[in-house]
């Protein structure tokens, strides 16, 4: 919540009145899991409708509105490695008052909400809110998340884990009378039990009637748990003319486990499992295959295989068929990407059909042939214990490749 003053002009009594208004600043962060994704072009996308409401309780008077937004990820891949969010920002002008507000963000068939009470005293403004943010820079954009000169990047869930290395803080003083002399701001990090973890001082010079400062504390050091930040805004008699504080919290634990679940690949582990072992998994319950899937994503690494069906599909596909569903794109997401492949030279594939011919670091091999020469790699042989050759197909093999048969 920030004050800002207004000029009412009455042209007919020529009279200037200057009254006191507050901008109410909603930041919703996204976690990008949590949208629903269409694709097209190679672009893949997210749309989000987000209707909010604002009720006022002491005054027949309500502010109904909704916004559109939409948001793109690289890849799925891409953002479940980051843990990709997104940040909406709004605001709206409101007077003194009690207000109810509700803000939804509606995305295919998932629904967010965040619903709680404004109170706006004008007693409580000497300084603004707090807002803690992730980064605080020089804006050199002109776009979003702008504060004067900065660009302030909220961070509304206030928990901060092993990314971080300062906690960083967004406020404005206000009713200042400019002067030569300056203000103390004194910043404190306590525990729960009290005690003082941090204390920063900083002086502000009064320069204009209301000013933004912001800061930033090295937070490193700081264990896991719950803490407080107050800032405390002194004249030189010590007198504490603004006061507020804020929650937050830290996390030196790996980071909280991110659910994949109805993201692209998800229930595509047929080529990491034995083929009874599958069955099994397809006979199960419904509620058992959501079970068996979270156990299985908790020991494997849904980035990087997501990332691996990813490539086949746009390498390896052949007509409608996806490209993880060829003998190259199965092999590819279920092995990773080979160390080395050869083909052959031009004189060795007028003589032979096209071919790849992939090693592993491990020592396993595979050898795929176009048959028909319509680039559809087919698997010919493979040395990998859990794979097949095809001993109907060696007449297709390159004569220098008939050695590995032996």
């Known amino acids: 919540m920030y004050k800002t003053s207004i000029e009412i002009e009455d042209t007919v009594a020529q009279t200037i009145t200057s009254i006191d208004v507050y901008y109410a600043e909603f930041n919703c962060e996204i976690p990008y899991q949590e949208l629903h994704y269409q694709s097209t072009e190679d672009i893949i996308y997210a749309n989000a409708i987000i209707p909010f409401r604002i009720v006022d309780t002491e005054r027949p008077d309500s502010l109904v509105d909704t916004l559109y937004r939409q948001f793109t990820i690289p890849s799925f891949s891409t953002a479940a490695k980051e843990q990709a969010t997104f940040l909406v920002q709004f605001g709206t002008y409101l007077n003194e008052g009690r207000f109810q507000y509700r803000v939804e963000i509606l995305s295919g068939e998932k629904i967010g909400v965040s619903e709680s009470t404004l109170e706006i005293r004008s007693e409580d403004y000497t300084m603004s809110d707090i807002c803690l943010s992730s980064d605080i820079t020089v804006d050199t954009t002109g776009e979003d998340l702008r504060k004067g000169d900065l660009r302030v990047v909220p961070h509304p869930s206030r928990s901060f ?24 701001a004194v910043y404190t990090i306590t525990d729960p039990e009290g005690r003082t973890l941090r204390r920063v001082s900083r002086t502000v010079d009064k320069i204009y009637p209301a000013q933004a400062v912001n800061c930033g504390i090295d937070i490193q050091g700081i264990p896991s748990g719950e803490y407080d930040l107050t800032v405390a805004v002194e004249d030189k008699e010590a007198n504490i003319l603004a006061q507020k504080g804020v929650p937050f919290s830290i996390s030196r634990v790996q980071r909280q486990e991110v659910s994949y679940q109805g993201m692209p690949f998800y229930d595509e582990i047929e080529y990491f499992l034995a083929p009874g072992d599958y069955r099994k998994f397809k006979d199960l319950p419904k509620e058992g295959q959501e079970a068996f899937l979270v156990r299985f994503w908790r020991i494997h690494d849904y980035p990087t295989i997501a990332a691996r069906f990813e490539y086949a599909d746009e390498h390896f596909y052949i007509g409608d068929t996806p490209g993880y569903r060829t003998d190259r794109g199965r092999i590819y997401v279920r092995y990773g990407e080979p160390e080395e492949i050869e ?11 096209p071919y790849e011919h992939w090693h592993y670091a491990n020592g ?3 050898i795929f042939v176009d048959i028909r020469g319509t680039n559809e790699y087919v698997l010919v042989w493979t040395n990998a214990v859990d794979e097949r050759s095809q001993p109907t197909l060696y007449k297709y093999l390159p004569a220098e490749k008939l050695e590995l048969l032996q």
Do not use: A, W
Not at 161 to 184: A, K, S
């Open 161 to 184: 884990d092993g990314r971080f290395r300062n906690l960083f803080f967004y406020y404005e003083l206000y009713d200042i009378v400019p002067g030569h002399d300056t203000l103390t």
């Open 343 to 353: 083909h052959p030279l031009p004189l060795q594939q007028q003589e032979s059909r």
């Open 364 to 366: 396993e091999q595979f």
